[in-house]
């Protein structure tokens, strides 16, 4: 079993960055894909980005492609998201999850931590 703690949410102006981390207990968090998702108030979770085990493959949500990146340290037991050019929109509760596939739908992940808030300023 793994267990996940998100860090590194904020208040931010729009156009600015963050750097969310993803703390992960447990030997084996090397073998998971990990993902990131967030959750807008009245509004579904919604998958922002996912990387393999080695941390070479990643994929993103179209809405945050160019702006984001998403990397991990294994050495660490972390997953990263960097966050650029932050927009009103993307003002969400972000959480991280592991997945034993290269999944882009919340339902393929479990050990979801209990996020972290990002909120960006007009």
């Known amino acids: 079993q793994v267990q996940l703690v998100e860090s590194g949410g904020g208040l931010v102006q729009a156009g600015g960055s963050l750097r969310l981390s993803c703390a992960a207990s447990g030997h084996t968090f090397s073998t998971y894909f990990m993902g990131w998702f967030r959750q807008a108030p009245g509004k579904e979770r919604e998958f922002v980005a996912r990387i393999n085990w080695d941390g070479i493959s990643t994929y993103y949500t179209d809405s945050v492609k160019g702006r984001f990146t998403i990397s991990r340290d294994n050495a660490k037991n972390t997953v990263y998201l960097q966050m650029n050019s932050l927009k009103a929109e993307d003002t969400a509760l972000y959480s991280c999850?592991?997945?034993?596939?290269?999944?882009?739908?919340?339902?393929?992940?479990?050990?979801w931590g209990p996020g972290t808030q990002v909120t960006v300023s007009t």
């Open positions: 999850a592991t997945s034993l596939v290269p999944a882009a739908t919340p339902r393929a992940y479990n050990n």
